[in-house]
């Protein structure tokens, strides 16, 4: 059943195929694992899951699904101190959002507690694990460097016997923190650092969030994840590039104790600039007070990312982009970002509505009347259907939308000219009312009533669409503008003395209060939507029935010409 260790010699891809799925389809041919594709996650549940996550899950389970197999979801449980039910649950949700499907079955490292320290007795039993008293600090010293061997330690020639005895006596609980620990017996001379006899476990009398107090032992990550993945069958065992020197220990575990034997492949970490992945980093963002949680919109958790209105689909695409390499690079956040509008561009309804609003009083449109305007929620796309915006005599227009001095080229409003009010009528700005200091507070305009749906009466045409809301109708809203949370390319890259911390972007949320049309008011939580020429936008869980609150996802691009072009074209 063991794989045998010639069939590792790597296969070539065939053209749009990664190492990994190449190598899989060649252990098929060769029928090592009799056909059989199993994968894992294996989280460790000691933070929220980040962008970097989803390359992982991506692969994991979309490998198993492909070749028509199984992964696991298994949460990588050996560190009581660090680690909390909150973030399993986190974790859940986070991979099933993703599209994670794990039918094959939830499991915990710590499940595995009592099946490890058998197996750790029967690697003292073959001579090949022994109890050290050397504190942390010796073992470190006696480990040697790159170019010296390590020394051994004073312990390692104790009998089966006594290391029987006392790692039972470790984990009956006799001995305080960090005064034994079990270590494999390889060679304190080996070229791999990793194999100078390696920790397997530590005392650590501390509470597990699944074990409570039952273990005052703890097995380490070498040690526990390459008996889990044995244990519950796995083949292939996918991780990052920085765990290729413990595959040594990996394999020497499995095949000194001669049981099922996974191969592990090790793929390249995803970075991406302007942002860190690493749970460390994370968890200092939260705790320093430099975002509101783990899920603020501009954290690059999972959980961020969703609640900014990212969809599942946008990472999918960015991580098939992204790719499996065997070298370790740093993807551009622009990248992400073009998935993200790709995605929403195709998806996302359109609706209006004015972030920093001017009014418009349109002094030849009758008093008190109200006309309903049927309009389409996405012009390339009819089966979203259509809404229906009312229209009157004031209405709000986004300021950036009028200059009193309208530079050349400028085809929105200003003393005299005309545009269109996207999908209702042309109006032209006979006055602006201007206060005592400078500041425009309201505009005069006319409208024409033979331009009704925003067609030309008479082939005449205005080059400007602009997008509005009545003020009648309008609901206030909350809404929130992010920008980068970090603005420089790579944030650990820290200023003289100080940290990453350092480099977060001060400027990363702003507040406006925007006027909806109405229908924006009664979306769901997490639906998106695109506010026409603005971007697109995410109703938030603060929201309140009074106060709908919207997060920016991401700003459009090239939206003012494209728009001039629609509707130009529908003339
Ligand atoms: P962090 O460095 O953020 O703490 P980690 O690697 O310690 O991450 P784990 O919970 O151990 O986090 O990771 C679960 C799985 O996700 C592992 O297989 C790990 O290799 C993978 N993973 C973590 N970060 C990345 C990343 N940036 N790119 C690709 N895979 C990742
Ligand atoms: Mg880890």
């Given at each position: ?20 799925r ?46 028509g ?66 504190s ?5 010293e006696?480990?040697?460097?790159l ?29 305080p ?7 494999a ?23 597990h ?14 040690y ?24 040594e220990?990996?394999?020497?575990v ?8 996974p ?16 749970k460390?980093?994370?968890?200092q ?27 599942p ?16 690079s ?14 929403l ?11 920093d ?14 006309e309903?305007?049927d ?11 259509d ?21 050349k ?16 009528y ?23 009533p ?19 809301v009545?003020?009648l109708?309008?609901r ?5 503008l ?24 001060p ?21 998106s ?7 697109y ?8 029935p ?13 939206t ?10 529908r003339?």
């Amino acid at each position: 059943m063991a794989a045998d260790s010639t069939d590792n010699t790597p296969e070539t891809p065939a053209p749009g195929e990664d190492f990994i799925r190449a190598q899989i389809r060649r252990d098929n041919a060769l029928g090592t694992y009799d056909g059989r594709v199993h994968t894992r996650f294996p989280p460790e549940p000691n933070g929220y899951l980040h962008l970097g996550h989803a390359k992982s899950i991506f692969l994991n389970f979309g490998v198993a699904s492909e070749f028509g197999g199984r992964c696991n979801l298994r949460f990588d449980d050996t560190n009581p101190t660090k680690e909390d039910t909150e973030y399993v649950d986190s974790i859940r949700e986070d991979v099933r959002w993703l599209g994670g499907d794990w039918q094959a079955g939830e499991y915990y490292a710590s499940d595995y507690f009592e099946r490890l320290y058998d197996y750790a007795q029967q690697l003292i039993r073959m001579g090949k694990a022994y109890v050290d008293d050397l504190s942390a600090d010796e073992i470190r010293e006696y480990r040697g460097t790159l170019t010296e061997p390590g020394r051994e330690s004073p312990w390692r020639g104790r009998s089966v016997e006594e290391n029987l005895d006392l790692f039972r006596r470790m984990r009956a609980g006799e001995f305080p923190d960090g005064m034994r620990v079990l270590r494999a017996k390889i060679d304190m001379a080996a070229p791999n650092l990793v194999m100078r006899d390696p920790t397997l476990y530590r005392i650590r009398h501390a509470a597990h969030h699944r074990t409570g107090d039952k273990w005052p032992i703890y097995p380490l990550y070498d040690y526990t994840h390459c008996l889990s993945d044995s244990l519950e069958g796995v083949t292939h065992s996918l991780c990052t590039l920085e765990f290729a020197n413990n595959r040594e220990l990996y394999d020497w575990v499995l095949d000194t104790l001669g049981i099922y034997h996974p191969r592990q492949y090790e793929f390249a970490r995803l970075n991406v600039t302007h942002t860190v992945l690493s749970k460390r980093k994370l968890i200092q963002l939260v705790e320093s007070g430099h975002v509101r949680g783990w899920d603020d919109p501009r954290m690059p958790t999972l959980c961020g990312l969703r609640r900014r209105g990212v969809p599942p689909e946008a990472l999918r695409e960015f991580c098939a982009r992204v790719g499996m390499a065997r070298a370790n690079s740093t993807v551009e956040y622009a990248m992400l970002e073009f998935c993200i509008r790709e995605h929403l561009n195709a998806h996302a309804p359109r609706l209006m509505a004015v972030l920093d609003p001017l009014r418009v009083i349109i002094e030849n449109y009758p008093q008190g009347q109200v006309e309903e305007f049927d309009m389409p929620l996405h012009p390339e796309d009819p089966s979203h259907g259509d809404r229906k915006v009312s229209f009157a005599r004031e209405i709000w227009i986004e300021r950036d939308d009028f200059r009193l001095e309208p530079p050349k080229k400028y085809h929105r409003l200003s003393p005299g000219a005309e545009v269109r009010l996207r999908y209702a009528y042309f109006i032209t700005c006979r006055e602006a009312v201007v206060d005592a200091r400078g500041k425009v507070t309201e505009l005069r305009c006319l409208y024409d009533p033979q331009s009704r749906g925003g067609q030309s009466p008479d082939g005449r045409r205005v080059k400007g669409t602009i997008h509005w809301v009545s003020a009648l109708h309008a609901r206030e809203a909350e809404i929130r503008l992010y920008e980068q949370l970090f603005a420089v390319e790579n944030p650990d890259v820290a200023p003289e003395g100080g940290t990453f911390l350092d480099n977060v972007n001060p400027h990363s949320l702003r507040i406006a209060r925007g006027l909806l049309e109405p229908a924006l008011a009664n979306i769901g939580t997490g639906v998106s939507v695109q506010f026409e020429r603005l971007g697109y936008f995410c109703k938030d869980k603060d929201s309140t029935p009074e106060m709908p609150v919207f997060n920016r996802t991401i700003s459009l691009r090239d939206t003012w010409a494209k728009l001039e072009k629609q509707q130009t074209t529908r003339d």
